[in-house]
């Protein structure tokens, strides 16, 4: 079985293994209940990025459902 990493409700960011909580937004819900998989190495040329809102390269989930 895959286990499926944490999702910042927040910016996005899917987080390391066994990580919790956001590192830029430590208030911020987190669920493992997302889908797309996005991996933005420079957010100023991306579309993506911008769509998403995003600042800082990273991986990020397309949509987080939060419950
Ligand atoms: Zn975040």
């Known amino acids: ?6 999702a910042c409700g927040e910016c996005h960011l899917i987080l390391a293994d066994g990580v919790d909580m956001c590192p830029r937004h430590p208030a911020a819900q987190v ?4 889908t797309g998989y996005v991996i933005i190495i420079q957010p100023v ?9 995003v600042e800082l390269p990273g991986k990020y989930a397309l949509k987080v459902n939060i419950r």
């Not at 079985?1 to 944490?6: D, E, H, L, N, Y």
């Not at 669920?31 to 997302?34: A, E, G, K, V």
């Not at 040329?45 to 809102?53: C, P, Q, V, W």
């Open 45 to 53: 040329r991306s579309e993506m990025a911008k769509r998403l809102m």
């Open 31 to 34: 669920s493992t209940d997302w």
């Open 1 to 6: 079985m895959v286990k499926i990493p944490f």
